[in-house]
């Protein structure tokens, strides 16, 4: 079809129904083709990149003859269409030239284009054609390149019978039936041939010995640790709102927590800073993965903290990211599995490889859900890495539940231990077990001018509940307390409701619903009491209001709640028991700011009321859990614990030296002598110890408590030895080495002791009364538990 347009112009649609719809196929079929043949061979015509395997060469080769085959048929394809193109064309032209006798010149126009197109073609064809005979040159002589070197090194990647590497054969055994189980073992160059494994095992991994006819270059040379840098502190936390995030409920908690307290931070940290003076400070690189808010561990959290959800954990991880930042370390933040495999240099797969390069991080913290993370994806290096992580952990992990062989064979095995870590590598939320680390949080701290307002503003019967879950709130069944309480006091509670379905609670108690953070602190600011009711157990909030003026009281377990007998604490790594809801409180701060009663006894309850109403009380808030304290704790750590260095003393086989101690000019215990020189890289400084036989059945932590001391397991292979109990004046007719969480320890009967065969597990926690432990203990500083006198 021709038409003429105005401007006398002739279009000829035909054209787009006949041939130009065939040759536009054609041309769209050798670009494909094209496309197609660079795709699959040009990993085989390109130079070896950096990233590419060092068995990417016989990898090649093998496919050869396929590639070869492949060239072949494309170039045959293509002139089987050029032929038939031709022909095509041929009667298309000739009868074109017929229907285009009227129209002169411009059907004439239209042939020189069908003729380009069967040039382009052929040329295409003549292209392949080439390409496939300089492929098969090129693999024609990797073959013979590649069977010169086989020749030479077959006998050379058999696995070895090396003495020092006795896991190398059956390594090798394994990978042969398993290397396609993962595919990170195809990522770092193995192919299934006895030299990829031997390779891979050696330079890869570390159970093979490296192979003499690998260059050694790569593999030996280490990358040089980057020039120590001085932590220097931070006042300024906007940087740090921004690595946080945002986009989950629960970081949105915890960066207003941190901008609120903003202020606080900086001053402690001009405290700090003028009390360490000059002290040089290594600038940590430092990854925190919050394993609990990833998607992949659930993250229950976050939907339930507009809904009176546990925020105690939160609370905690703020005031670390905090206290990191403001010490001056590097930091990243991760909440998503994505993201940690990412910083940690994850390779691809199922995660059965080591990581990609060296950690670039000094230290990690996380909690259980991101340890297990890690394990799951770190392969080997996580073995090898280990040593640097902190365990956030709530409620504690005893060495008992840690050691993975102890707890099986012994009943200690729980879904959150067997980790194999140094116990020091837990971090509490209270310092309820001395054989972690104590990390806690932080609590608002008030200036003179807030405590005078306190002073004049409080109401003199006025009770706040302590709970925000109607399910945890645990009104019910506590009616008669409540209504004791009632009589002489006006009873608010905090409890979350929705509009159209308020909570049961007795209509005396005034309900506020769930405050934001500033109207809480403003409430508990007006209140006399603040009563718990069991339970949650040891939370922030206690302490909070304790720091604004309020008396705690609390009940009193009888018998105290362990995972023998309650539910809650059934499968956590711990044996420890509780003998009220906040054994911090009762311990540590005490009367008259702390009461802990027998709830069953009404008239012991009825009486507390009355004795506190009576009461006159400061705001109190324990040094440990200022900003100031616990930058100083954190940085007390991060400069002096080092759980990748080498053993000390007290290893299982190695005869323990002679014991720096004398005993004591009482008799009762022993000291570290004067004239004795202070163990190297010993901390807390080893001059501090004080080292005590425990009565049969006490614990070395109420053992050290007893005197007035904390039981330090760090100090516990100074003590691994027979001539500690000789000193003691403890007569062992037989000394045993065995693998016991009491040892050491000196039976009665048979005059037996017994050292600790597995440093593992070294124990301040557990007791018998069949033994009396050998406990070592420690100095404090005043409202600093965790750290000696001379810690700092």
Known sequence: MITVNPDGKIMVRRCLVTLRPFRLFVLGIGFFSLCFLMTSLGGQLSARRPGDSPFTIRTEVLGGPESRGVLRKMSDLLELMAKRMDALARLENISELHRASGYGHFAADRFPPGTGLM???????????????????????????????????????????????????????????????????????????????????????????????????????????????????????????????????????????????????????????????????????????????????????????????????????????????????????????KELQSNLGVPPGRGNCPLTMPLPFDLIYTDYHGLQQMKQHMGLSFKKYRCRIRVIDTFGTEPAYNHEEYATLHGYRTNWGYWNLNPKQFMTMFPHTPDNSF????????????????????????????????????????????????????????????????????????????????????????????????????????????????????????????????????????????????????NFIGKPHVWTVDYNNSEEFEAAIKAIMRTQVDPYLPYEYSCEGMLERIHAYIQHQDFCAAPGPGLPGARAPQSPFVLAPNATHLEWAQNASSAPGAWPPAHSLRAWLATAGRACTDACLDHGLICEPSFFPFLNSRDAFRKLQVPCDSTESEMNHLYPAFAQPGRECFLQKEPLLFSCAGSSTKYHRLCPCRDFRKGQVALCQDCL
């Open 119 to 337: 040039e382009r073609i052929q040329a295409i064809a003549q292209n392949v054609s080439d390409i496939a005979v300089k492929v098969d040159q090129i693999l024609r002589h990797s073959l013979i390149l590649h069977s010169k070197v086989s020749e030479g090194r077959r006998d050379q990647c058999e696995a070895p019978s090396d003495p020092k590497f006795p896991d190398c054969s059956g390594k090798v055994e394994w990978m042969r039936a398993r290397w396609t189980s993962d595919p990170c073992y195809a990522f770092f160059g193995v192919d299934g041939t006895e030299c990829s494994f031997l390779i891979y095992l050696s330079e890869v991994e570390w159970f093979c010995p490296p192979l003499p006819w690998r260059n050694q270059t790569a593999t030996q040379m280490a990358p040089k640790p980057l020039p120590k840098v001085q932590a220097v502190f931070r006042s300024n936390l906007s940087h740090l709102l921004e690595l946080m995030g945002s986009g989950k409920e629960s970081l949105i908690f915890m960066k207003k927590r941190t901008k609120r307290l903003t202020a606080q931070w900086a001053l402690a940290a001009q405290r700090l800073a003028q009390k360490l003076g000059s002290v040089w400070r290594d600038q940590k690189q430092i990854l925190v993965h919050i394993g609990f808010l990833t998607e992949e561990s659930g993250d229950v959290f976050s939907p339930r903290v507009l809904k009176g959800g546990p925020l105690g954990e939160m609370v905690q991880w703020a005031d670390i990211l905090a206290t990191l930042y403001v010490l001056g370390h590097g930091l990243r933040i991760t909440v998503s599995l």
């Open 439 to 586: 990390m806690g949080f932080v609590s608002e701290e008030l200036n003179e001018t807030e405590k005078q307002l306190i002073r004049g503003g409080k109401a003199s019967n006025m009770a706040v509940v302590y709970g925000k879950e109607a399910s945890i709130l645990l009104f019910q069944g506590k009616d008669k307390f409540l209504g004791v309480l009632n009589k002489y006091m006006e009873i608010h509670g905090t409890v979350y409701y929705e509009s159209q379905r308020p909570p049961e609670v007795p209509a005396f108690v005034k309900n506020h619903g769930l405050l934001p953070q500033p109207e809480f602190q403003q409430l508990l600011r007006k209140a006399k009491l603040f009563i718990g009711f069991g339970f949650p157990y040891e939370g922030p909030a206690p302490l909070e209001a304790i720091a604004n003026g309020c008396v705690f009281l609390q009940a009193r377990f009888s018998p105290p709640h362990s995972s023998l007998n309650h539910e809650f604490f059934r499968g956590k790594p711990t044996s420890r028991e509780l003998s009220s809801q906040h054994p911090y409180a009762e």
